[in-house]
């Protein structure tokens, strides 16, 4: 958490809130331990300017754009606890380790209770992670079609999910809904997983749009500071295989992230 249909709600978030704001100024908590240079983009601002985002996967990229049109954009990984939040000075969350200052006594601010974000000044997304399995679907699909060979899908398919370099934005939650849909034993090598359950594919990006219309997952340090999709559904009903201990059990993956499998795959 968050993974992609989070990222993608804190990406409308900052759309929607900041949309119309000048703001003039960003500043850094010093608790917290980026060396990551924000001077360029203070400058920027200095006469005013706007802030717009989107996200790709568990990457989110925020742009500042000035009244001459010129433009720097900050690229973040929201770790496990991130979040973005729109308010007056009173709102501050705990834990804020940016502040986007307007000049109209509002804020965005960037929280993290874990202190797991990470942000840097660039110009591309980053190129370790592969296509967004939701938004660029068929270069998604390509992508993993044409590495099949490769080294790394012989592994279990419940460990392969969660490469970012094949599987951008598939995070923990997602791994064991998107699994747990597909009759097949999620123990056996992705190569052979993936060519006998093409759904998987569809899985990838069907189950993120899922959660994205819910609101997201309301999970452990994550809340949804955006207005939910559509009211009356509840995500923890939604879930039918992460964290559920009645029909499934867990077990540790290579990593030591607790992966949820059906009891009949034991």
Known sequence: MPELAEIKI??????????????????????????????????????????TSESRGKELRMDFENKEGKKISLFFMMGMSGNFKFGKAQDEPKHTHLKFFTDNNEFLFMYDLRRF??????????????????????????????????????????????????????????????????????????RDFITKNLDL???????????????????KDWYNNEQIKEEGLDFKSWMRFYYNKDGCIPFKDSSGRTFWIDKKWK
Request: glycine share 8%; with cysteine; proline share 4%.
């Open 201 to 219: 594919l569809q899985l990838c990006k069907q189950i993120p749009q899922e959660a994205y219309i819910l609101g997201g997952g309301r999970l």
């Open 10 to 51: 804190m990406s409308d978030h900052i759309n929607n809130k900041c949309e119309g704001k000048v703001f003039f100024l960003v500043e850094k908590n010093p608790v917290h331990k980026s060396k990551t240079d924000l001077s360029e983009i203070n400058e920027l601002l200095s006469a005013g300017g706007k802030i």
């Open 117 to 190: 974000a990470r942000w840097k000044v660039a110009s591309e997304w980053n190129t370790d992670r592969g296509p967004c399995p939701v938004e660029e679907f068929n270069d998604f699909k390509k992508h993993i079609k044409s590495n099949l060979d490769k080294k790394c899908f012989g592994k279990p398919i419940y460990e392969v999910l969660m490469d970012q370099k094949y599987f951008n934005g598939i995070g923990n939650y997602l791994r064991a809904e998107i699994l747990g849909r597909i009759n097949a034993d999620p123990k056996e090598n992705a």
